[in-house]
């Protein structure tokens, strides 16, 4: 059975400090998806970063960067030099296609409190 | 364009109505979802569309009604809820075969049921 773990419930930073949020899945099947989505106060889910199980490539985009590895089933997150606009919550999110769509399961969220 | 919209924005609803739910893409997605989110927990998916034809229904009552009535329209038709169901109702769209397989949400309807 799928499973997301965000260990993390919540975090709080000062402004500039870096900050990694943990994510650790379960799974049987050997293709699937990994994500990351941002949800600021207003609600909505903003798309982050997507990963497939057959790329381990880590990424980074501004300062934000991920890091896959499979053989821990972990796909963290790591902000740095952190900002106050980063104040939100990050869910961690694994898909698996099943008939007709998208399975999807979220981790229970961190919250991240970022202080000036 | 990722956009996919929602309305209305805010909905309150007495135990007694009927009230529908509408998103709406044009990304040329042919899967649309509703998901489900209580304050302080993850969205939990209520409903999957591929093709227009419902794909995924994950043993959600009766009184949640979904309808896709076309490639870049799905709604949620609501009635004889309880106040347990206030929460936020997230709509997302995703490509089904192929491409990049990224659900893009939209930016919810909170709904309160009095």
């Known amino acids: 059975a799928q499973k997301v773990t965000q260990a993390q419930t919540e975090i709080s930073v000062v402004e500039k400090e870096d900050v990694t949020l943990d994510c650790v899945y379960e799974?049987?099947?050997?293709?699937?998806?990994l994500f990351w989505y941002k949800q600021p106060p207003s609600g909505e889910l903003v798309f982050l970063i997507r990963r497939n199980s057959f790329d381990e490539q880590n990424e980074i985009s501004g300062r934000y960067s991920w890091n896959f590895q499979k053989s821990t089933s972990s796909f963290n997150f790591t902000i740095t030099a952190s900002q106050v606009v980063d104040s939100a919550v990050y869910f961690c999110a694994l898909s698996e296609w099943n008939t007709g769509g998208f399975k999807t399961i979220f981790g229970a969220g961190t919250r991240l409190f970022v202080k000036a | 364009d990722t956009e996919v919209t929602q309305t209305p924005k805010h909905l309150v609803m007495g135990m007694t109505n009927k009230k529908s739910l509408k998103c709406e893409q044009h990304m040329g997605h042919r899967a649309m979802y509703w998901y489900k989110q209580k304050a302080k927990k993850p969205p939990e998916l209520m409903f999957v569309?591929?093709?227009?034809?419902?794909?995924i229904n994950e043993s959600v009552p009766s009184r949640f009604s979904p309808e896709c009535p076309n490639s870049s329209l799905l709604n949620l038709h609501l009635h004889a809820l309880q106040p347990e169901d206030s929460a936020l109702y997230l709509c997302?769209?995703?490509?089904?075969?192929?491409?990049?397989?990224?659900?893009?949400f939209g930016p919810g309807t909170r709904l309160l049921v009095l």
């Open positions: 997302a769209s995703s490509q089904v075969a192929g491409g990049v397989k990224t659900q893009y």
């Open positions: 799974t049987r099947d050997t293709t699937y998806y």
């Open positions: 569309y591929s093709y227009e034809k419902l794909s």
